[in-house]
């Protein structure tokens, strides 16, 4: 009787540390960040190639890969104090919301439901990806009109499904929609003639020819369905957390404005060819105070994993495998979208 | 109130009570917590998202479906493609199973032989790969274009299986629900009155052509009968598919589900008390006989709980459709959660489907067995 009511007891105050758990999350990310000395970052279940990817080695590799790398050196100092913790598409969001990562950066689009109803706030884009279709070269189709009837394999679950959805409504063309959840699933079916396209993201589709055993077999059409804004993601209310984010963004991109690279971030140093620079790489103090950081923190960054141009060209750009174009991903002055905010 | 509590009975009662208010408390107090911290977190909970559109289309479904659906359509799609894949296996399985099992426990050797080999083949490779084994068998076929032709009516690539399919309009299948359902009722008449076999059968023709005569003269003009399938562009147009996707997910199942059904009626046919087949034969009834007046109804009885077990193991089991891009409910819930992102509503409904589904085979099944049970005996 009485080990009965001791173990109800027991049983009652485990109901009850949950809601001990969640008083924990008070403290500000970043905070948590520091005290843990290592960020949590997003990396993928399988390999999404150009962007997370694991090497022969059993390292993460990829544009994404890189960007949690530079966050981890802005914050902590350096590189090796980040944790790629593998999540699917679909667990990114509650992984983030349970504090099982502390930041998503996984080529996240910017939707209203996500930024509003589950409680996430998105950086400014970091990368711009356009949609595109590829299809089989015998085919022919020189359109995503000459599909019509086709076969379109999409990843089920991301918001291609419902760009593609929408373009065809559009312009008319019937299709026949085939989702998968995993990316070795949809390319296998797409190789064996499954599906007649598959509609995606340009690296992702780039990548997908690549890897094909005859590359030339494929094509990428020169319709874009539509453009999609990726943002880093964080809970909402983490402002603090934001703010060191949207500026390392801005960091990277002002960096390859001023022609700082990582070979010569130690020369430009010694030697700031602007006032400007010199604020950036911490030669006068302001930079890094303002975020709760070290003044040399976008020093610390450029000289780890190189400026913006350096980590698309060494990922998923000419330097990669996938040679995918900088299109609109260049800054605004060589005809992209990228820009950096002003440091002042 | 000491006297209460010496009382043996009432100390029973209250250990009891209290355990079960404690465990509501315990439940009540798991939710409220969940709810504050979503709510904390600033995420939209409820189920108001069920009346908003999807915005993506699906690949399969038996109702129509299209972007413009709401999520409850959607979801409901999904639990429908889960049903018609679920009960085909069922079927489908059983029938393959007592095969099986009718193999095993024959006295050929070969037929011993091929039974055991397939259940330890089948039993024994994950369910998973099979499915994936099948599925890529059926995506190597050639391209619509170089398909495999029968007659030029029935096709196979790598789309599916292309059938002719008749072309019935709602009304034609009314008429032929009530063709069936009148039949039905003669015959289940004739059954009552031994000797009335030969005007029931009459009856029975006389319906069909009044059918076919209605379905003949009741329909517009130019519109044909059969729609055949016919290579249009990049794809098949008319007839009916049968997709890779579908055919692959239930052939797994099947073969997959038929090696455990077929154990399970191998036991039950075991089951069967020795003397009771010996005294069929000594009766002169032939193996059929023995096999469907005797053997079958006594196993049947003895395998019905394990089988049942089994149902409701194979209907969860349609789960691993996700992988082939299969439209099933839990592809579906999962789909939803991505793009709505309403995660705990989402996967109450994901639970709450299948249990509804195999709590109403497993009562089914049970009432059967209860009523089949042999009365008066332990």
Known sequence: MKRQITNLIAAGTLALSGAVAAQAQDQGVLDTIIERDSLLCTGHNGSYLGFAEVDAQGAWQGFDIEFCKALATAILGSPDKVQIIPVSWAQRFPAIQSGDIDVIIKVTGWTMTRDTELGLQYSRPYFIGPFYVMSKTELGATGIADLEGGVFCVNAGTTIERVLTDYMETKGIAYEPLAFEKGEELRAAFYAGRCDAIAGFGPFLSATRINAENPDDYEILGDVLALEPEGIVVRQGEDDFLDVINWMVSALLMAEEAGVTQANVDEMKANPPSASVERLLGVTPGVGERLGLSDDWAYNVIKTVGNYGEIYDRTVGDGSRYKLPRGLNNLWNNGGLLYPLVMD | ?378
Do not use: C
């Not at chain 2, 408390?25 to 409220?32: A, D, N, Q, R």
């Not at chain 2, 504050?36 to 399969?60: K, V, Y």
């Not at chain 2, 099979?130 to 196979?156: E, K």
């Open chain 2, 1 to 378: 109130m000491q006297q209460l509590f010496a009382s043996h009975k009432f100390r029973r009662f209250a250990i009891q009570a209290g355990f079960v208010i404690v465990a509501i408390l315990i439940l009540v107090s798991l939710v409220l917590t969940g709810q504050r911290n979503i709510a904390d977190q600033g995420i939209a909970t409820g189920f108001g998202f069920l009346e908003r559109t999807t915005g993506w289309p699906m690949n399969f479904s038996v109702i129509e479906v299209t972007g413009r659906s709401t999520y409850a359509r959607v979801l409901w799609a999904g639990l429908l493609n889960t049903m018609l894949v679920g009960f085909m296996t069922l079927i489908f399985a059983t029938v393959l199973g007592l095969l099986l099992a009718l193999m095993r426990v024959s006295t050929n050797t070969v037929m011993k032989l091929v039974g055991a080999t397939y259940v330890e083949i089948f039993r024994n490779v994950p369910v998973i790969l099979q499915v994936f084994f099948w599925y890529a068998i059926l995506t190597h076929l050639p391209s619509p274009r170089a398909a495999y032709a029968m007659n030029d009516v029935i096709f196979l690539s790598n789309r599916g299986l292309m059938l002719p399919a008749p072309m019935l309009s709602a009304s034609d299948l009314w008429l032929l629900a009530a063709a069936l359902a009148a039949g039905t009722f003669n015959l289940w008449r004739a059954r009552a009155k031994p000797g009335t076999g030969r005007r029931w059968a009459l009856v029975l023709v006389s319906y069909a052509v009044l059918f076919a005569l209605l379905l003949v003269t009741g329909r517009a003009p130019d519109a044909p009968l059969v729609s055949v399938p016919e290579l249009k562009g990049l794809r098949y147009v008319g007839g009916i598919t049968l997709k890779p996707e579908f055919t692959a997910l239930l052939v797994g199942l099947v073969l997959f589900g038929a090696s455990y059904i077929g154990e399970i009626m191998r036991g039950g046919l075991l089951s069967v008390d020795r003397g009771k087949l010996e005294a069929g034969r000594a009766l002169g009834l032939s193996t059929f006989q023995i096999n469907r007046f005797i053997r079958v109804p006594l196993a049947f009885r003895a395998m019905l709980p394990a089988l049942s077990n089994q149902y409701i193991w194979l209907m969860k089991a349609t789960t691993v459709g996700i992988a082939i891009g299969y439209p099933d409910y839990f592809a579906v819930v999962s789909t939803s959660i991505n793009q709505s992102g309403q995660t705990m509503e989402l996967l109450a409904l994901l639970m709450g489907g299948f249990i509804v589904i195999n709590y109403s085979i497993g009562f089914v099944l049970n009432t059967v067995n209860e009523r089949i049970k042999l009365k008066g005996r332990s």
